[in-house]
């Protein structure tokens, strides 16, 4: 997993944004689901997002510069 | 106006280069800057007059200028100029080296390079490239607060970025780290900041009994309180789950009902979750504040969200995720109870694989008895200083290295050489510390003391060798670091499958977990993806891959320890399980480097007469071939004279009067030029000389009377040596500097065909590298001394009987005793340790092949079978133990020759 420094915190953070939004949309866009499910849903989604976009990007970013 | 180059590190994007640039702009002088990302270098335009880079004010050991970098690597195994050419040419030849200056008395070399072109870890590649090798400082830092194999990966990352570190391993198991460095770079202070930087805690090793005491107490702590988080956790989880399922299987009947009452569960969930559970979590923060990750994220992720669950339900089951049935509890409880128990089993069997270096420390006498103005004090063994005249009684252990100066006895060697019949010991020799002393007084003088006895300098060994690591191990920390980032795309998938189709698709009002009773009929499309997300966090931990290679290798390098074989590293052990070649140096290490009396002829006079005129010829004698005559009629029993008039004639023999007689003793030559027959006596020279043997003619009175022939002999082990590794597949030749005929002979004794002969010592190291540039896998077996080229440019060197001064051994494997055998135990020790390490990937790395896809659900749309979260950190707790469990299996192996 990677050593989340403050140059990869911005990337990190648009990156697990747009994966919650994404499935904040398509949760409540579907109308099947109430409104707790689609927020705790957006949570947990948030959360894995973060731990995954902070162990890709720092690597991603090294390599490219 | 004038120009200079700057290093900048840290920059990794558009931005930070914007940055910098800003910043060097803005200083007063500097005209100009001009940074590239890509090369982390500035080049900047400055008038002098305002501006001082001090770019030349550096230290002595680093000196940076105009963007280039100097670093003094001192370097081992230079004997002559052209070694100091050999490696200017080396290393000049590497790109971005501008300047290098290897010193051959000095042993060191100073390099002027480019580093956005060349590093440190290049230069020294290239020196030891070349066959020399690079002498570094190192230290072995105790580490506490690790948690798992990625805690480990964190700290290498953290050490390695730092300047001056040529290499750094470090053990989860042992809780160590081996950090190679450059004193001048880099102070240990450093080292350890960095450490605490992120969160975890680095200390000196202590030597000696206080390391084990507190190695002992920190070990037992920590299985104390895994004990007793386990005791707690599982109580409390046991009586959660009857809770919870207090309507199933007629538990209402025997269970009182608050038992059953949410929020009561909620309580007593809740000091599971903040007693034995919080580790996961403050391990989290840590972590997290620090910018690392690792496995206590699964772990309170897990936990975290089964409890939330469960609280949400039961304070406010009107929110959408189940209601009040559904309250999770029992998940949480058992989880933090599974995976505490996986860390206890893990603390009780890694205190069992680092047995070895326990054992070893455990030999160490508290005490000793030295002889302070003529009386006998006992003192602590850490008071005795070199000099000290220690007494040793019966049965006693001896304390520290000497040499006996009063006494005889036999002394039990074999907790430090693997040699079980006790040795003999008389004035003059040396005796080792930690032995036991069997029969007779002993007084010795301390030559060794402290942390350079022969023990200490093993223990040191061992624990080196147990913190490095094997290739094969690089290769799954790789592995296992990517797999964590994989295992969390994997949970957000699977989140995502059963949250927007799976549930739809599959999920019934009946679905249950295996082994649970209560029906999952009131959960909804969050609560049942999070669920089987969960598991599969759970299930994937990569402990076990963690834990598969340096239990391993701890028990191995313990288990080669316990039969006197050092091995140096885990890539040492990783290499000498492929050797296909090994070749033994003839004087010395197949033989015993002594020439000892072998055969004696006789031509018309009794043998014994042959014998006892040149052994009294030879009495004032010292050359070795002359002594082993006088050794070999003494052996005999023979009586001996004075000799009158001895003359020695080089290059021929000896003339001598021995009881009246005139005695030649000599070659052809010798008796040529003195007009003595010797046709009679020719077959019998012919013969001895193509058995590599050196034959002396003597002469009594004029007149040919028999031959003496001595030779080099075999040790006892050699010749079983060479056929054990034949029989494993193993090529074997002999190397000496002996002329052909003698070195054939000598190789059909041993059954070597392949035999390397006349070839001088300086030579060794070019045939061990002709034979590797032919594929091979290489092993040289030599003394350590004169052998060390060879040793060092061999895949393996294989330093023999060196005796006690083991850690200025050339080599990665040292044998202590001088028994061939042990090479062939190395070889196996090896080869069972990497077979190990191998079945304990398999089987770490199965165990998540098998369980992500049943962790995730994969088996439920077909067979309704589902994993819940805590038996999912069942599994995973179970890969751990097994893994060790099979490691351990390593401590009841033993070699096929040479059994004790």
């Avoid at chain 2, 390695?160 to 570190?165: M, T, W």
């Avoid at chain 2, 055969?599 to 050359?623: Q, T």
Wanted: with cysteine.
């Amino acid at each position: 997993m990677g050593n989340l420094k403050n140059s990869a915190i911005f990337p990190v953070a648009v990156l697990s944004i747009a994966i919650t939004s994404a499935f904040y949309i398509a949760a409540s866009g579907s109308g099947k689901y109430d409104a707790t499910e689609v927020l705790l849903g957006s949570a947990w989604t948030l959360l894995l997002s973060l731990v995954i976009a902070a162990s890709v990007i720092p690597s991603f970013l090294k390599r490219r510069s | 106006m004038k120009k200079a180059a700057i290093d900048v590190r840290g920059m990794t994007c558009e931005n930070c280069r914007k940055k910098v640039t800003h910043a060097l702009e803005g200083v007063d002088g500097i005209l100009k800057a001009n940074v590239d990302l890509k090369k982390g270098r500035a080049e900047i335009e400055y008038d002098e007059g305002k501006f001082e880079t001090g770019l030349d004010t550096g230290t002595d050991k680093e000196k940076r200028h105009s963007g280039t970098e100097k670093i003094d690597i001192r370097i081992g195994g230079m004997h002559c100029a052209s070694c100091a050419s050999n490696i200017e040419k080396s290393v000049g030849q590497l790109k971005g080296v501008s300047k290098v200056s290897a010193n051959f008395s000095a042993g060191s070399a100073s390099v002027e390079y480019d580093p956005s072109l060349a590093g440190r870890k290049e230069v020294e590649g290239a020196i030891e490239g070349s066959g020399y090798s690079v002498i570094r400082d190192s230290i072995t830092l105790k580490i506490s607060g690790m948690t798992c194999a990625n805690c480990a990966m964190n700290i290498e990352k953290a050490v390695g970025r730092l300047k001056g570190v040529s290499s750094v391993s470090v053990n989860f198991s042992s809780e160590s780290a081996l950090i190679s460095y450059d004193s001048g770079s880099l102070g240990i202070a450093g080292i350890k900041k960095a450490i605490d930087n992120i969160g975890y805690h680095a200390e000196e090793r202590l030597e000696g009994e206080e390391a084990v005491d507190r190695e002992a107490r920190q070990r037992q702590e920590e299985i104390e309180k895994q004990r007793n988080n386990l005791i707690l956790s599982a109580g409390l989880g046991i009586l959660i789950m009857l809770g919870s399922y207090r309507m199933y299987w007629g538990l209402d009947r025997i269970l009182p009902e608050i038992l059953g009452n949410n929020y009561v569960l909620l309580l007593l969930t809740t000091q599971v979750v903040l007693g034995p559970g919080r580790q996961f979590f403050t391990g989290t923060y840590k972590g997290l504040k620090h910018g690392f990750t690792d496995m206590n994220l699964l772990m309170a992720t897990g936990i975290g969200a089964a409890y939330i669950i469960g609280m949400v339900n039961t304070v406010y089951p009107e929110a959408g995720l189940g209601g009040e049935h559904l309250i999770f509890f029992e998940t949480a409880a058992m989880l933090t109870a599974f995976i505490v128990l996986g860390r206890y089993l893990e603390a009780l069997t890694r205190g069992k694989t680092s047995e070895a270096i326990r054992k070893l420390m455990g030999l160490k006498p508290k005490n000793a008895t030295v002889i302070r103005d003529g009386k006998d004090i006992s003192i602590p063994i850490d008071d005795v200083v070199v000099g000290d005249i220690v007494r040793v009684k019966p049965g006693e252990r001896i304390p520290v290295d000497g040499i006996v100066i009063e006494g005889y006895t036999s002394v039990d060697e074999s907790m430090i050489t693997g040699e079980s019949i006790p040795t003999e010991k008389k004035t003059g020799d040396e005796i080792i510390g930690a032995t036991i002393n069997k029969t007779g007084s002993l007084k010795f003088r301390a030559t060794r003391v402290g942390k350079d006895t022969t023990l200490s300098q093993i223990i040191k060994l061992v624990e080196d060798a147990q913190s490095s690591k094997p290739p094969i191990q690089k290769l799954a920390d790789k592995v296992a670091g990517h797999f964590i980032v994989g295992v969390h795309i994997l949970a957000l998938v699977v989140f995502l499958f059963w949250f927007f189709f799976g549930y739809d698709a599959f999920f019934t009002q009946s679905t249950r977990f295996v082994l649970s009773p209560a029906s999952l009929g009131g959960v909804g499309h969050f609560s049942f993806a999070l669920l089987l997300s969960i598991s599969v966090l759970v299930i994937s931990c990569p402990c076990a891959v963690g834990l598969a290679t340096p239990s391993a290798v701890m028990a191995g390098t313990g288990k080669a320890a316990d039969h006197g074989i050092l091995i140096k590293g885990g890539e040492a052990l990783e290499l000498s399980q492929k050797i296909n070649v090994i070749i033994f140096d003839k004087t010395g290490t197949l033989t015993k480097g002594k020439p000892s009396l072998t055969d004696v002829v006789s031509a018309g006079m009794p043998e014994k007469d042959v014998l006892m005129y040149a052994a009294s010829a030879e009495r004032g004698s010292e050359h070795p071939l002359g002594e082993a005559i006088v050794q070999g009629a003494e052996s005999k029993g023979i009586t001996l004279v004075e000799a009158e008039s001895f003359n020695a004639i080089p290059g021929k023999g000896i003339s001598a009067e021995v009881d009246g007689k005139q005695i030649l003793l000599g070659n052809r030559k010798l008796m040529e030029e003195n007009g003595i027959d010797v046709r009679e006596l020719e077959n019998g020279m012919a013969k001895l000389e193509n058995e590599g043997k050196t034959a002396m003619i003597v002469a009594v009175n004029g007149k040919a009377g028999g031959i003496v022939a001595v030779a080099d002999t075999l040790k006892e082990y050699s010749k079983e040596a060479v056929e054990y590794l034949k029989i494993m597949g193993i090529q074997v030749v002999m190397i000496t500097g002996d002329n052909r005929r003698t070195a054939k002979a000598m190789g059909e004794r041993l059954g070597i065909t392949s035999v390397l002969a006349e070839v001088l010592p300086e030579g060794k190291a070019e045939e061990v590298r002709k034979l590797q540039e032919t594929g091979k896998i290489v092993a040289m077996v030599g003394d350590g001394i004169n052998d060390a080229p060879a040793l060092a440019q061999a895949d393996v060197g294989i330093a023999i009987g060196s005796g006690t001064d083991v850690a200025k051994e050339t080599g990665k494997i040292i044998l202590i005793k001088d028994d061939l055998r042990d090479v062939v135990k190395a070889i196996e020790i090896s080869r069972k340790t990497i077979g190990k390490i191998k079945e304990n990937l398999f089987w770490a790395f199965g165990y998540n092949i098998v369980g992500i896809p049943i962790g995730a659900g994969v088996l439920y749309p077909f067979f309704g079978l589902l994993i819940s979260p805590e038996l999912a950190a069942l599994f995973m707790a179970m890969s751990s133990v097994s893994v060790t469990m099979n490691t351990l299996r390593l401590k009841g192996y033993v070699p096929s020759v040479g059994i004790r």
